[in-house]
């Protein structure tokens, strides 16, 4: 077929339909690179999510374990007791919790202590 019996009618349309084609493109190039900077963003606030929880971790960990040897150190004495290690964390325990087990954690270890000093057991080496 010829360009003459195409008509400028059907080269219009080609043009319109390839530019259209073109502009959905560049759209979605757009929208692409938008998408890549919020997950970008999201992933850079992951990782510091990820690094702030290790951290909590760690000093949970050692919050926990001088609690535990001060309670032994303060415990040792008492031969009758039979001492053990530092239990291991549970692996089901939520991280969401984590504000109400440390805080159980030192109630505990201060009720402890209180029942010691109440019986004149606490400083008695």
Same mark, same amino acid.
């Given at each position: 077929?010829?360009?003459?019996?195409?008509?400028?009618?059907?080269?219009?349309?080609?043009?319109?339909?390839?530019?259209?084609?073109?502009?959905?493109?560049?759209?979605?190039?757009?929208?692409?690179?938008?998408? @890549?900077?919020?997950?970008?963003?999201?992933?850079? *606030?992951?990782?510091? /999510?990820?690094?702030?929880? #290790?951290? &909590? !971790? $760690? =000093?949970?960990?050692?919050?926990?374990?001088?609690?535990?040897?001060?309670?032994?150190?303060?415990?040792?004495?008492?031969?009758?007791?039979?001492?053990?290690?530092?239990?291991?964390?549970?692996?089901? @325990?939520?991280?969401?919790?984590?504000?109400?087990? *440390?805080?159980?954690? /030192?109630?505990?270890?201060? #009720?402890? &202590? !209180? $029942? =010691?000093?109440?019986?004149?057991?606490?400083?008695?080496?």
């Amino acid at each position: 077929m010829t360009r003459a019996a195409m008509g400028p009618g059907a080269a219009r349309q080609y043009k319109d339909i390839t530019g259209g084609m073109t502009d959905a493109v560049d759209r979605l190039r757009r929208e692409d690179a938008e998408k @890549a900077r919020r997950l970008a963003d999201a992933l850079v *606030e992951l990782h510091e /999510a990820m690094s702030a929880a #290790t951290e &909590r !971790e $760690a =000093l949970t960990v050692l919050g926990v374990a001088l609690q535990w040897e001060s309670a032994l150190e303060t415990l040792w004495h008492e031969q009758w007791m039979t001492l053990s290690p530092l239990p291991k964390p549970d692996p089901g @325990a939520s991280a969401r919790d984590l504000d109400y087990l *440390e805080a159980v954690v /030192a109630k505990r270890y201060e #009720t402890l &202590r !209180e $029942a =010691l000093r109440r019986r004149g057991l606490l400083g008695r080496r």
